[in-house]
């Protein structure tokens, strides 16, 4: 039996700056789209993005009008050193999620782990999948 000796490349993508058409930011400052992943089983989403360089304290998750929007910030690099070369540009990342009514609003979990935010949405009780139960007569 031959082995596949076909390697997979790794596939990248830069940092995509937020364009001005999706509206005016209330912050100075640059902001990227942070990348995610989404994931769906029976009971729930989940909704991991990365944001490398954010701390859990300069990270704000807001939910209002079925509108689920990420914030982080990123903080500058210290004063101390002139960059001599740069490939990563240094701002804070903004993305929005539209939320529909099979979310359970009150019960999203967030857990911050190494740059990486992961998301829990759980779906509402009445739309996850129940067994019924036969009785005899």
């Known amino acids: 039996m ?17 364009s ?6 209330t912050r100075a400052g640059v902001f990227y789209t942070p990348l995610v992943d989404i994931f769906e089983n029976e009971k729930e ?11 859990r304290d300069h990270l704000d998750i807001d939910v209002r009008d079925n509108v689920l929007t990420l914030t982080g910030q990123v903080q500058e690099p210290d004063t101390r050193f002139n960059p001599v070369y740069t490939e ?10 539209n939320l ?13 782990n190494d740059g990486v935010l992961t998301l829990t949405l759980p ?15």
Do not use: C
């Not at 240094?90 to 999620?97: K, Q, W």
């Not at 529909?100 to 911050?112: E, F, G, L, T, V």
């Not at 779906?123 to 067994?131: G, T």
């Open 20 to 25: 001005r058409a999706e509206g005016e930011p």
């Open 88 to 97: 990563y540009g240094v701002g804070g990342y903004l993305r929005r999620f």
């Open 45 to 55: 989403i989940t909704v991991t993005a990365d944001l490398p360089g954010v701390s």
């Open 2 to 18: 031959a082995e596949n000796t076909e390697k997979k490349a790794i596939e990248t993508r830069n940092k995509e700056e937020i």
């Open 123 to 137: 779906k509402a009780e009445r739309l996850q999948p129940r067994k019924v139960n036969i009785t005899t007569a």
């Open 100 to 112: 529909s009514n099979k979310i359970d609003q009150s019960k999203i979990q967030a857990n911050m």
